[in-house]
């Protein structure tokens, strides 16, 4: 991932939390056909390992549980972004140079992949995913609503897979590049356009190192 040093997010932790809240990522393998990407919610183990180990699973069907993998893995997670209007920097009054952008949060999670299909440790998994996005629901559903017959058939249909983390990357590309004003400019602009969770980033990085 192509990452300048003003865009480069470094800190574990910020990393790490941008994975618990991204909803899905895409896991990249390469197999003798090339390139696969795949679409997966997953579970980040935040203290297994220096920068976590992630979980998910795939169905059975799917070929990426039987390929022969050539390298690592690699998960992608998103987290917030939005357009940027070149109209919301006041330096565009000034000298009319500016241009669009795009505004956006990435993590890049590389390394050695394997599966499993247990079924007492896919059990775990997709109780612990489940739990996970039904916590804050009024009624939240738990597997175990669900007949037992009825998951274990569901758990045959499914493989697990374990992602060692073994290289971190994360670019928070949030207007560092421009001026005080003009990030001020960029932070009234997304206000005014309700993308709050673009501006909850930047006002973080304003917060955390003022400048950057």
């Known amino acids: 991932m192509y990452a300048p040093d003003h865009f480069r997010e470094k800190d574990v932790p910020t990393m790490q939390a941008a994975i618990h809240g991204a909803g899905i990522a895409t896991l990249v393998t390469v197999n003798a056909n090339g390139p696969q990407a795949n679409h997966v919610p997953m579970l980040l183990a935040a203290h297994e390992g220096a920068y976590g180990t992630l979980y998910g699973h795939v169905a059975r069907a799917n070929p ?15 987290g917030p972004d939005s357009y940027i209007s070149p109209s919301w920097y006041p330096t565009k009054a000034d000298t009319g140079k500016v241009v669009p952008t795009w505004n956006y949060v990435a993590v890049h999670a590389a390394g050695p992949i ?29 597997v175990s609503d669900a007949p037992s017959g009825y998951i274990n058939s569901a758990l045959r249909g499914i493989v697990g897979f374990r992602l060692s983390i073994a290289s ?32 909850a980033v930047m006002e973080s990085l304003k917060d955390r190192n003022g400048t950057r």
């Open 64 to 78: 990426l549980s039987t390929d022969t993998i050539s390298g690592s893995a690699l998960a992608i997670f998103l």
């Open 114 to 142: 394997t599966f499993f299909d247990d079924h007492d440790r896919l059990l775990d998994l997709v109780n612990n995913l489940t739990e996970r996005h039904e916590r804050t629901r009024r009624n939240p559903w738990a």
């Open 168 to 199: 971190l990357e994360g670019k928070w590309k949030m207007s560092q590049n421009r001026t005080n004003q003009d990030r001020q400019g960029v932070i009234n602009g997304l206000k005014a356009d309700d993308v709050e969770t673009v501006v």
